[in-house]
Each structure stands twice: as structure tokens, then as C-alpha cells.
């Protein structure tokens, strides 16, 4: 059964610290393996990761995969109290076009 | 349209209620998706469609679930004789996919949070 695992699954951090979200995947037949930033409801997109070693970066944001070791790292530098979200891990196999989602990593960012 | 909208936003509904909530996609995305998250948990896929049929309901938990994409574009939910563990956030998303190959980006709507009592 396809499965994505996050880690941690919440943290408290200060503003302007650095935080590293993981997330490791076991899935049939993988295509790409996306993040998203969820506040209130809607998971809003942040990156889509095919290939391994080639970091996505978008501002402050950062994200890297590797596929030998099946998993991901989703990195915020010099962290804002707007940053407070759950992040969200997916999995997207090759066949079924359904996103198999972690259950996030809950960040609270403090000023 | 700009994103993707979900009505209603809320639903209370009361045990063994009929409800239906609805989609709709980006203009122009040919695939739509139904997701349900519970609290706590990330979102669990349910059914996509890509145009007017249904491609993969697998996640359809039982026979009480249904969807319907009639013209390709809005969809509609529908939930019969509804259980108290229907309750959370559905959650729809579209896409511009045109088949099974290429990697494709799912864009989400705000949800429906259902409560049902």
C-alpha cells in the first residue's frame, strides 16, 4: 500500500530560525512528490519535485528530493509568524492520478 | 475562473440526511479530484474524474458516495443517509491533465466542512 510518512508532526519554533520538514514516501510506480502549505482549508501548492539533488527554491523556501533514498526535505530559513501552517507532503504515482498525502507537519512560528 | 470554489463552505447536517456539495474547477482543467481530510490526518483521495467520467473512484468508501461531473466542468458530491464519521473537510481540486502521462499540478478549493450530528 502507497504511504507517505512526515516528520515531526508539529514544532514550535521562534521567528527568524530555521526549520527542516521531512518526509519520506513508499509508492508503486512514483511520478513526482509535491508540498503544500495548508492554513484555514485550502493546501496551497509550493513545489513539485521530479528528479534527485535539484533544489526548488521560491524566497525563503526550499525543497529537495532524493529518490534513492525514497524522501524529501522542505526547508524555511529566517522563519515569519505567517509561516504558521501545516505543511503537507503528497506522493504522485505514475498511474492513478491520486496524490497520497502524509499527514503534515504542524508548524507554530512565535514572534 | 481564479481557483477553485467550493460551496457551501459549511454544512450541518443531521444523521441519516441526504447532502450534496459541489466543485467548481479551474477554468480550462480538464481533471477534477474529491479528497476527504479528517482532523488531523492529510487528505485521503476519493474519486477523479477527467472530463465527465469518472477515471478512479476507488476512494469511494461505500455505496452511500457519489459523484457526477455531467458537462465536464462543475461537480457535485453527494453524500446519502449520512454518519456522524462523514464529518470532515472535502476537499476538491482540478488540474489541467490531458491523459496518464506527464506530471501534473492539483490546484485545491477552500473545502466543505461537514458536520454531521
Known amino acids: 500500500e502507497d504511504k507517505v510518512v512526515q516528520s515531526p508532526l508539529s514544532l514550535v519554533v521562534h521567528e527568524g530560525d530555521t526549520v527542516t520538514l521531512n518526509c519520506s514516501y513508499e509508492?508503486?510506480?512514483?511520478?513526482?512528490l509535491l508540498w503544500y502549505k495548508q492554513e484555514k482549508k485550502a493546501p496551497t501548492f509550493l513545489f513539485m519535485l521530479t528528479s534527485s539533488g535539484i533544489e526548488k527554491k521560491s524566497g525563503r523556501l526550499s525543497s529537495i528530493l532524493d529518490k534513492k533514498e525514497l524522501f524529501s526535505i522542505l526547508n524555511i530559513t529566517a522563519t515569519q509568524t505567517g509561516d504558521s501552517a501545516i505543511y503537507l507532503c503528497?506522493?504522485?504515482?505514475?498511474?492513478?492520478?491520486?496524490?497520497?498525502f502524509g499527514a503534515g507537519t504542524i508548524l507554530r512560528v512565535k514572534s | 475562473g481564479a481557483g477553485v470554489s467550493q460551496t457551501p463552505s459549511n454544512k450541518v447536517t443531521e444523521k441519516g440526511k441526504y447532502v450534496e456539495l459541489r466543485c467548481d474547477p479551474i477554468?480550462?482543467?480538464?481533471?477534477l479530484y474529491w479528497y476527504r481530510q479528517s482532523l488531523g490526518q492529510g487528505p485521503e483521495f476519493l474519486i477523479y474524474?477527467?472530463?465527465?467520467?469518472?477515471?478512479?473512484d476507488s476512494g469511494l468508501p461505500n455505496d452511500r458516495f457519489f459523484a457526477v461531473r455531467p458537462e465536464g466542468s462543475v461537480s457535485t458530491l453527494k453524500i446519502q443517509r449520512t454518519e456522524r464519521g462523514d464529518s470532515a473537510v472535502y476537499l476538491c481540486?482540478?488540474?489541467?491533465?490531458?491523459?496518464?502521462?506527464?506530471?501534473?499540478?492539483?490546484?485545491f478549493g477552500p473545502g466543505t466542512r461537514l458536520t454531521v450530528l
Open positions: 481540486a482540478s488540474s489541467l491533465r490531458r491523459g496518464p502521462v506527464g506530471t501534473d499540478t492539483q490546484y
Open positions: 503528497a506522493a504522485e504515482p505514475t498511474y492513478g492520478n491520486k496524490l497520497v
Open positions: 477554468s480550462g482543467h480538464t481533471a
Open positions: 509508492v508503486t510506480n512514483f511520478r513526482s
Open positions: 474524474f477527467q472530463g465527465t467520467g469518472a477515471a478512479d
